[in-house]
């Protein structure tokens, strides 16, 4: 992404990817091929790791692809998919930006800022 403008993110944008993370399979998948890196991992691998039909996999990787999360690659007959991070970094960007008070993020106990933790170590 060096070199190239990011747009803000949109609230319905945001929406989209949020909703489709918030299905247990899903989330699972997401989980799965951060795990993986920058490699990824075929369909039907992530269908038996994660423990679902490959017409529920096929499902749960097309909403995850259309929410812009997953991004895929073509090998031979073989899909390979990974996530996408660099969506994930807007979705948690516009979240500290727009739903935390003063563009930080406060749990409930009080704990130090995780997001800005993680702000400050991409920036060394």
Do not use: W
């Amino acid at each position: 992404m060096h070199g190239q403008r990011v747009m803000p993110m949109k609230a319905a944008d945001a929406i989209v990817a949020l909703g489709a993370l918030a299905q247990d399979s899903r989330l699972a998948l997401y989980r799965l091929l951060l795990k993986q890196g920058s490699e990824g991992c075929p369909a039907g691998e992530i269908a038996r790791r994660v423990g679902l039909p490959a017409a529920s996999n096929s499902f749960h990787i097309k909403e995850l692809t259309r929410a812009g999360l997953l991004i895929a690659r073509r090998e031979g007959r073989f899909v390979y998919y990974r996530a996408n991070s660099a969506r994930m970094d807007q979705v948690l960007q516009y979240l500290a930006e727009n739903c935390c008070v003063g563009g930080t993020y406060a749990s409930a106990d009080g704990a130090a800022d995780p997001l800005a933790r993680s702000r400050r170590r991409k920036r060394t």
